[in-house]
């Protein structure tokens, strides 16, 4: 799993309410990537970092934002969620040394 | 941008058949390709890569995919489906040239009946 944990793990919130989940990694990978889960849709890409304050968007980064203020925490925040928001979450890090994503265990996020 | 298509939601096989799950891509420059395979409940895990070299590659649990490159193709197989192979697979895609995003299919349940 190369170290990767994802907080919370559940969370249900309301409409409007801001909302951090937090990507942790142990192994000092400088690529992180945030993808959201949704039936249908398959896996898309949010944001990702290729280095501490380095950061891009991916195919659905409105309503987003991320941060990277140091190597091993990649934080997603939703500002103002919306019912749409309501997905599961995965964090993954690209090995690149072995060109190969590893992903965290996931966050299940419920928006009422 | 670079794009993946999986044509099939679903892929029935019996047990013990050879299975084939389709993957398409677009990229602008050379392309490195992944399948991932998702459990129910668990997260994405890792089953093979295309980066160079032969097109015939093999990964984890028996499976092989081929690159072709003329068809933009990375079609997942394996000779002998188990039960145990159901699951959710997902082709994924990166523009190495290009590009640190790396893009997924919509996915495809495989059944394996017993």
């Known amino acids: 799993d190369a170290g990767i944990t994802q907080s919370p793990r559940h969370k249900v919130t309301e409409t409007g309410t801001p909302v951090t989940l937090r990507c942790h990694q142990t192994?000092?990978?400088?690529?992180m990537y945030w993808y959201r889960q949704d039936p249908g849709h398959g896996l898309r890409l949010i944001h990702y970092?290729?280095?501490?304050?380095?950061?891009d968007k991916g195919e659905v980064s409105d309503g987003y934002s991320v941060s990277r203020s140091k190597t091993e925490d990649f934080l997603l925040t939703l500002e103002s969620a919306t019912s749409s928001q309501t997905s599961v979450y995965f964090c993954?890090?690209?090995?690149?040394?072995?060109?190969?994503?590893?992903f965290g265990p996931g966050t299940r996020l419920l928006v009422l | 941008a670079q794009s993946v298509a999986q044509p099939e939601d679903q892929v029935n096989v019996a047990e013990g058949n050879p299975l084939t799950v389709k993957c398409t891509y677009s990229?602008?420059?050379?392309?490195?390709l992944f399948w991932y395979v998702q459990y129910p409940n668990r997260g994405l895990q890792f089953l093979l890569k295309?980066?160079?070299?032969?097109?015939l590659v093999k990964g984890s649990y028996g499976f092989e995919a081929e690159f072709n490159k003329s068809q933009t193709s990375f079609h997942l197989k394996k000779p002998s489906a188990l039960v145990s192979d159901s699951a959710l697979y997902f082709c994924?895609?990166?523009?190495?040239?290009?590009?640190?995003?790396?893009?997924f299919g919509k996915g495809t349940r495989l059944h394996i009946l017993p």
């Open positions: 993954a890090i690209r090995d690149r040394g072995r060109e190969t994503q590893y």
């Open positions: 192994e000092n990978h400088r690529y």
């Open positions: 970092s290729y280095g501490v304050k380095d950061t």
């Open positions: 990229v602008s420059g050379n392309p490195y």
């Open positions: 295309y980066i160079t070299g032969d097109n």
């Open positions: 994924a895609v990166r523009d190495y040239r290009r590009d640190d995003k790396i893009i």
